[in-house]
């Protein structure tokens, strides 16, 4: 009886490298993606935040354990060695591993906190509460601010923004189309007029445009996530 309880409890410990325990994970927010001093000091800029909109987004354990079945699925879709590979993130995204596309390349960097080429479960879990839609909307911001600064300078600068729309959009637009929008935007939210768009002015452009941060919720992520997540492996 005792080798039989002690298989179990092997068995039950196996994970690969880079796994964390899902009771951990489900007791961190947010406010935990991207260190904490840097998001202190993003929320600063934003003034004082409605307290009604900072409440924690915590995944339950049940949760966590749902995304980790999603997780196994991605991480083993070309190598199964627990972490999930650039190219498994863009077959996940768009089913060809081999198709580049800068804005799906960013991404993945933001989820790959380690900046070690992968993705981890425990980084999985934290970068997927940005999407979840009890999360923060000034992490939200923070996020898609960053998605849209490809350059990493601290700016949004027009031609990042024309190559991040041209990348992340399904749909054939042209890029005469795509030059208008980003014009627009441009004329919109650059306030201090140096051709460049600074954390503040985008703090005041998605207030007047919050359908920008439309795409930074996930609809699975949402309290009948295990199922939603179950079904979603099951299509994988």
Known sequence: MLAFTSCLCLK??????????????????PLNHGGYEETLLFNASFNKVDPADNYPAHFTVNEVEALYDLFKKLSSSIIDDGFIQKEEFQLALFRNRSKQNLFADRVFDLFDLKRNGVIEFGEFVRSLSIFHPNAPKEDKMEFAFKLYDLGQTGYIEREEMVSAILSESDLEISEDVVESIVDKTMAEADLKGDGKIDREEWKEYVAQNPSILRNMTLPYLNPAVNSSISQLCAEL
Do not use: M, R, V, W
């Open 12 to 29: 039950k410990a196996k994970h690969h490298p880079g796994y964390e325990d899902p009771t951990t994970l489900a007791s961190e927010t």
